[in-house]
Each structure stands twice: as C-alpha cells, then as structure tokens.
C-alpha cells in the first residue's frame, strides 16, 4: 500500500504552532516540538498547488540520516522520542509515518548558514556583477557551476512567508548574532557540508551548496536545526553528468524551477499547477536522491 500524501495536516489535541513552506510544527509539551514533512513543494518562495508525492518522508528521512551522522560536528535538535510518544491517533500515526520527528524546542537563530562549493544561482549571478559572493573575493574568470577553491560561508537572513531570503555579508552577521556566535556558526557549517560533499560524491552526488538553521539551547550551545541537506536544502549534482559551465541536471526542486521558469507567471502566489509529467519526475529525483545518499558508496 502506497504511503499517503499528504498536503496539510491538522492533529487532534495537538497546538499547531507554526506552518512554513514545508513544515508543519505543533507543540510537544514545553521542551519539545513535532516536526511534520509535508508533500508541499515551494519554488521561489510560494508554495506551489500540488503536493509532490512521497516528498516529504524522503527529506524527513535523509534528515535523520544526516542528523545521526554529523553529531560529532555539532549537536543537533533530535532528542530520540519516537512520534507516537506524541500522537496517539492510529490514523494519524499511518499519517505521518516515516515524514515526522520529535526535536527539541529551541530560540532559532535568524541567519540562513549557506556554504557554497560551486558556483550557482544567486551566487553566480553576484560573482558576474562583482566578482565576490557575499564580501568573499574569488578568483576572476570562473565559469558557471565551477568547483570553488574551497567551500564559502555565504549567510542570509531569513525571509519572511512571500518574500525572499537576502545574502548578507559576515560582518552583518556579526553584528545580527554577535562575532563568536558568528565564527562558530560559520565553522560548523563548513566542517558539515565538507563531511557531507565527501559521503555524497563517493555515492555519485556533488552537492554543490547547502543552508543550514541553527538554534540555541537554554545554556547557549548552538545546535543545527530544521532540515539537514536535502534536496530542498541543497543542489545536488550527478558526478557523472556534472561539467563547468553549464547549469547541470539535478536531483532537487531545480528541475521544477526550470520548468517554472519557461512559464508566464510573475513568481507571485498563487503558484501554478504542475502537470502530471512534472510531478512525477521530481517525486522519481528525490527519492533517488536518498537512494543514493543513504545506500552504499559506488
């Protein structure tokens, strides 16, 4: 039997406290919250009519996979509660199995920790007019999509629902979240998207960029939150299709995008609807995107 989509929930007995893009978070007592992946799909930055089916417990499952993986880098929010310790409905649990977890209630904090390894999007289009990414000087003459010499550290602020998040330069990190908060944050970031880009190119993925969430416990111990590199998170990359100077084929909501991009729409809510092929083919990305992520090196 095929898992359910699933678009937007509402729990009985359950305080929805917040619905994103993605994510629908409820209260699960005072120290904790229940985090559920929805099949909601957004591109630039409006959440799109038509659930992707299977989406969400893809990036819920290769977030735990990420999670039980990168502690050794820095605490992260999970907290090892199972989900029916939560909900106690048994069709609710059918719901939500395989695309909900039980982390801890943290203060998020309001910068997007983006690391660079290639040269794309929003980065690409700052390097044409500048020649940095974010303050960060880079070599002239780079192509689209080139391997950087070394990942980079390129923080936003998060956007508000409808609008777009900002690239921000460190300095105005440091001033947001103070400069020791800042240089840990960068740090951390960095040593995950190496260890990460190191695992996924062994199993034919390039991830090419990444953002993290961080959050703060009650004794300031800065923990990675939210969602850890996925395909909405991240652009991931075949090796083998993969060249400089070309925007590559990819496993995540790139592919979605780009058709997106052929269309007349303003990229204003209401988002279009996507036809059946389109659907189909990004659900077929992302689930391939965790075989290869979570099965055995090639």
């Not at 689209?144 to 690239?167: I, M, Q, S």
């Not at 400069?179 to 740090?187: G, H, I, P, S, V």
């Not at 970031?189 to 993925?205: D, K, M, N, Q, T």
């Amino acid at each position: 039997m095929d898992a359910p989509t699933v678009y937007r929930t509402s729990l009985h007995g359950l305080e929805k406290i917040h619905e994103g893009k993605v994510r629908d978070i409820y209260a699960a007592g005072t120290d904790a919250l229940l985090i559920v992946t929805t099949d909601r799909l957004s591109a630039f930055d409006v959440i799109l009519p038509d659930p992707i089916p299977g989406k969400g417990r893809v990036l819920n499952q290769i977030s735990q996979f990420w999670f039980e993986r990168t502690g050794h880098i820095v605490p992260n929010q999970l907290t090892g509660r199972a989900v029916d310790s939560v909900v106690s409905d048994p069709a609710e649990r059918t719901l939500l199995a395989g695309r909900a977890m039980v982390v801890k209630r943290l203060k998020a904090l309001p910068i997007e920790a983006v690391v660079r390894g290639y040269l794309i999007g929003s980065g690409w289009k700052e390097y044409q007019k500048t020649g940095s990414v974010c303050g960060i000087e880079l070599p002239a003459g780079l192509t689209l999509a080139a391997r950087l010499p070394a990942p980079v550290f390129t923080p936003a602020t998060k956007a508000a629902a409808g609008e777009h998040d900002e690239n921000i330069s460190f300095a105005e990190t440091e001033r947001l979240i103070g400069a020791q908060l800042a240089a840990q944050m960068r740090a951390c970031a960095i040593a995950l998207y190496e260890f990460a880009a190191a695992h996924a190119r062994a199993r034919g993925i390039i991830i090419a960029d990444t953002k993290f969430e961080f959050g703060l416990d009650e004794h300031g111990t800065l923990t990675l939150i939210d969602e850890a590199l996925t395909p909405d998170s991240s652009r991931f990359w075949a090796t083998d299709t993969y060249r400089a100077g070309i925007s590559p084929p990819s496993f995540d909501k790139q592919f979605v995008r780009d058709y997106l991009e052929t269309l007349d729409w303003d990229k204003r809510a209401p988002g279009p609807k996507l036809p059946a092929e389109i659907i189909a083919r990004t659900s077929e990305k992302y689930h391939e995107a965790l075989r290869r992520l979570t099965g055995p090196a090639a």
